[in-house]
Each structure stands twice: as structure tokens, then as C-alpha cells.
């Protein structure tokens, strides 16, 4: 079978590994990068590299579907540690607040402050969806105690 140039480039890196790990000497190794890059035929490429370790293999022809990848040569997917509960309920009941009228800052506190000690115990994912749950959550509340101060005030200034 004829020869690819990405076939040459294969070879020519086998003929770098066994030179640079002291396999081949100098003249020798530039002779058969030499002879590499002229070659024609895999079968010249497989003489050249034929007495060093991890040598081109022999492509034969494949008929369906090819072969399934081991997994030992598959990326490896990052783990994921689990986000933390309490972390969602407290970013959902701050983004509540204005709609239930700050009934749900309250609780978006204290999930917050619950969730943030769970991810500093666990490792779990979630700090950013505590701290945004504490944040509105105490603007809710802020809120609401200027609201009655201003009642108050008011109040006695119409007294």
C-alpha cells in the first residue's frame, strides 16, 4: 500500500523517539529519516522503524462500524461535585422576594447562611447561589424595615 505523507510524518517521529532515547545514533538516524521521506510504500516505512519500540502499525482495511474506544484512552470527565440544595432554595426565595412582597427573605436568609456552611463542611457547588439568596434576601428585609420606619415617622408627625 502507498504511503501518506501523514505515514511519513508517523514514522519520522518513531525515528526522533528512538534517536532522542539514544536508540539510534546519529549518522544512522539521519539516514533513515532520509530514506523516510522518500519512501513510497508503508512497507518501506515498517523496515525503517521495525527494530524500535512503538513502531507504525499496519492499517488494514475496515469493514463497519470501527472499533470502540477503551476507555483508558478516553478524556477523562471532571467530577462534578453536586450543588448544594439549600444554595437553590435560598437563590429562589431571594428572587421571590418582590413578588411575594418580602415574604420569602426570611427564608432566603437563612438558606443562605444554611447553605453556605453546608459547602464550607461538604465542598459542594452552590456559594454563588447562597451569597445572591443572602443579598436579596436581606434587601428584602432592609425593605420592609424602612417601610415601617417611614410608617412610624409618619405616623407621629400626624399625631
Given at each position: 500500500m502507498?504511503a501518506?505523507?501523514?505515514?511519513?510524518e508517523r514514522?519520522?517521529?518513531v525515528?526522533?523517539?528512538g534517536?532522542a532515547?539514544?536508540r539510534l545514533?546519529?549518522q544512522e538516524y539521519?539516514?533513515?529519516?532520509?530514506?523516510a521521506?522518500q519512501?513510497q510504500?508503508?512497507?518501506?516505512?515498517?523496515l525503517?522503524?521495525?527494530?524500535?519500540p512503538?513502531?507504525?502499525?499496519?492499517q488494514?482495511?475496515q469493514?463497519?462500524p470501527p472499533?470502540a474506544?477503551p476507555?483508558?484512552f478516553m478524556p477523562v470527565?471532571?467530577?462534578l461535585?453536586?450543588?448544594?440544595?439549600?444554595?437553590t432554595?435560598?437563590?429562589?426565595c431571594?428572587?421571590?422576594?418582590?413578588?411575594?412582597?418580602?415574604?420569602?427573605?426570611i427564608?432566603a436568609v437563612?438558606?443562605?447562611?444554611?447553605?453556605?456552611?453546608e459547602?464550607r463542611?461538604?465542598?459542594?457547588?452552590g456559594d454563588?447561589?447562597a451569597v445572591?439568596?443572602?443579598?436579596l434576601?436581606?434587601?428584602?428585609?432592609s425593605?420592609?424595615?424602612l417601610?415601617f420606619?417611614?410608617?412610624?415617622f409618619?405616623?407621629?408627625?400626624?399625631?
Amino acid at each position: 500500500m502507498r504511503a501518506s505523507h501523514a505515514d511519513r510524518e508517523r514514522a519520522v517521529d518513531v525515528l526522533k523517539a528512538g534517536f532522542a532515547e539514544g536508540r539510534l545514533p546519529q549518522q544512522e538516524y539521519e539516514q533513515r529519516i532520509g530514506r523516510a521521506y522518500q519512501a513510497q510504500t508503508q512497507a518501506e516505512l515498517q523496515l525503517l522503524v521495525a527494530d524500535l519500540p512503538q513502531g507504525p502499525m499496519p492499517q488494514q482495511q475496515q469493514f463497519g462500524p470501527p472499533p470502540a474506544v477503551p476507555p483508558t484512552f478516553m478524556p477523562v470527565q471532571p467530577v462534578l461535585a453536586p450543588t448544594n440544595g439549600s444554595a437553590t432554595g435560598a437563590l429562589v426565595c431571594g428572587i421571590l422576594a418582590p413578588v411575594t412582597w418580602g415574604l420569602t427573605s426570611i427564608p432566603a436568609v437563612i438558606l443562605g447562611h444554611k447553605a453556605r456552611a453546608e459547602i464550607r463542611r461538604t465542598g459542594e457547588r452552590g456559594d454563588g447561589q447562597a451569597v445572591a439568596g443572602l443579598v436579596l434576601g436581606w434587601l428584602g428585609i432592609s425593605g420592609w424595615l424602612l417601610f415601617f420606619i417611614l410608617m412610624v415617622f409618619v405616623g407621629a408627625a400626624n399625631l
